[in-house]
């Protein structure tokens, strides 16, 4: 049976996070969850997966919820269990950007829906940003869209105070994205408080574009990066050919695995040259055991097709 994987987000005030956090630790034990779900006093964002009665169970105690209404949400699917475990984690943000002004139920920009979207970026006068991480918009992104280089999402109003002058607030209009939509938000809310007047998000993120978007109209180039071992997605939200790197996790193409400095289990072009003789014998070891359960039909634990 394949997996449904079900992303959701929602900023709305849960001054009793703390006590959902054992409600929803119990319904996943109960339905055999995987994946994490993030709870704060601003909302609620996670990723999990399951199979249909599991998900709907989910979906039904958020629903019963009159503070979830709205919630963004979306499903697709994987034909293996994309997470190993199941975690519910209280934070102090459900999407960490370092600036407690920025609150989205509050103060948010304007929401473009994915039908919309190409019609925006596709003017000459709207600058669009990719507010993922570098790795992220390295295996895909819109085209035509700025890539910040941030390691971390706390670093983008950094990137922002420092790339734009005052005069940039009132004459730009900027166009974010982001996977599912919930950095693009707090990102927007940032800007808003920062003075900038002119600010679109693509609501429901690349995830919703890639869903909606048939192919032959598409502005995006690539795959779109997810936090599961399914790595990345393509239009219609199948899984794509990028895999992560065992050593240093970052995701590899086709073309990267053809390079004579990758070495499966062990390091790849990105970090082969910079790892240690020790640590790559450490991982040229745990592959043989990897490689000898496979050939017993059995699966070695934290192992994944993905992750090589």
């Known amino acids: 049976m394949s997996f449904i994987v079900a992303a959701l987000y929602k900023f709305t005030d849960l001054p009793d996070f703390k006590n959902l956090q054992s409600i929803l630790l119990k319904l996943g034990k109960e339905h055999n969850l995987t994946g994490s779900l993030l709870l704060a006093k601003e909302g609620i964002n996670g990723t999990v997966a399951g199979h249909r009665a599991g998900i709907d169970s989910l979906k039904k105690f958020l629903k019963d919820d009159i503070r979830f209404d709205g919630i963004e949400y979306k499903e697709s699917s994987a034909s293996t269990n994309p997470f190993y475990r199941y975690k519910v984690r209280l934070k102090k943000e459900i999407v960490t950007l370092g600036e407690p002004s920025a609150n989205p139920a509050l103060k948010v920009g ?61 004459s730009l209009k900027i166009a974010l994205s982001c996977t599912g939509g919930i950095r693009t938000e707090k990102a927007t809310s940032f ?115 993905k992750i090589t």
């Open 191 to 305: 800007l808003l408080n920062e003075g900038f007047k002119n600010v679109y998000h693509l609501k429901g993120g690349i995830l919703r574009y890639l869903e909606e978007v048939p192919p032959q109209e598409s502005l995006w180039e690539g795959e779109c990066f997810v936090f599961d071992q399914r790595v990345g997605l393509k239009h219609g939200l199948e899984e794509g050919e990028h895999v992560l790197c065992y050593g240093c996790r970052q995701p590899l193409s086709p073309e990267d695995l053809k390079s004579p400095l990758y070495e499966p289990g062990v390091a790849c072009p990105l970090c082969s040259l910079e790892t240690p003789p020790s640590k790559k014998a450490r991982a040229q070891a745990r592959h043989k055991q990897v490689l000898l359960a496979k050939e017993r039909g059995e699966t070695h634990i934290g192992s994944s097709s």
């Open 110 to 170: 304007q929401y473009v829906e994915p039908k919309d979207w190409n019609a925006l970026i596709s003017d000459p006068n709207v600058l669009v940003i990719d507010t993922r991480n570098d790795y992220e918009v390295k295996i895909g992104t819109f085209k035509k869209a700025l890539n910040p280089h941030t390691q971390s999402f706390r670093e983008f109003p950094n990137f922002i105070r420092q790339n734009f002058k005052e005069k940039d607030k009132s």
